[in-house]
């Protein structure tokens, strides 16, 4: 089984709906993250959370909400989705012990009409 | 501040030649961590290696191996005797030892495999 995971794998939908995009992680680590990867821009951070009392934001946070509901899962939500969110979305965790390698989820496709 | 650049954009070479994806990154930390990870068309982001800046030992694993040198802030990985399968976008990427936020990624290298 993979050690994240992250639901929806894709999902369509239109523009001022929410929508939540869910991550699990069986790594035991305590630090989550979550990318958006948009094409030729690489990878960037919306939001971190280094345990379950901390939430940081990312440099694209604005439009998302996070929620830490565990160590193991860590929640992105689009509270009114618009089409410049369509992207691919992924959850990442680490842990100091393996300095700070990142290990990432196989991908959410969002799709904003 | 952090910066990664990937010069090379697109790359396509013909199976079973070298090829060297190109890497060159900014910081002013002396600790850091340098990345490679490898994304294949289902999308998915494979952590390839992690070298640590105090650390300068170039490295192989198989076909793969990477030179890391400080003096020109470079860090490239190199495929010998590529493979269809090897077809993927690379990306690069740095993290800082004080910023526990950020790993910065380059904007990648798409590599095409040729048959």
């Known amino acids: 089984d993979a050690d994240v995971t992250q639901t929806p794998r894709n999902r369509i939908t239109k523009t001022g709906k929410r929508i939540m995009l869910e991550c699990s992680q069986t790594?035991?680590?305590?630090?989550m993250y979550w990318y958006r990867q948009d094409p030729g821009l690489g990878l960037r951070l919306i939001y971190y959370?280094?345990?379950?009392?901390?939430?940081n934001k990312g440099e694209i946070s604005d439009g998302y909400s996070v929620s830490r509901q565990a160590q193991a899962k860590f929640s992105l939500s689009l509270e009114s989705a618009i089409p410049n969110q369509t992207a691919l979305y992924f959850c990442a965790t680490s842990d100091p012990g393996t300095q700070e390698t990142q290990y990432f989820g196989p991908g959410t496709r969002l799709l904003v009409l | 501040a952090q910066k990664v650049t990937q010069a090379q954009t697109e790359i396509s070479v013909v199976e079973k030649e070298d090829v060297t994806l190109d890497c060159v990154y900014e910081t002013r930390d002396t600790t850091y961590y340098l990345f490679w990870y490898k994304q294949p068309p289902s999308g998915e982001l494979v952590f390839l290696i992690r070298?640590?800046?105090?650390?300068?030992q170039n490295e192989i694993s198989g076909r793969y191996s990477w030179n890391f040198q400080k003096s020109t802030s470079s860090f490239n990985f190199t495929i010998t005797a590529s493979q269809v399968v090897d077809s993927a976008v690379y990306f690069c990427?740095?993290?800082?030892?004080?910023?526990?936020?950020?790993?910065?990624f380059g904007k990648g290298t798409r590599l095409h495999i040729l048959p």
């Open positions: 790594k035991g680590h305590d630090r």
């Open positions: 070298r640590n800046s105090f650390d300068e």
């Open positions: 959370s280094f345990d379950v009392k901390d939430i």
């Open positions: 990427a740095l993290r800082e030892e004080n910023r526990d936020d950020k790993i910065i």
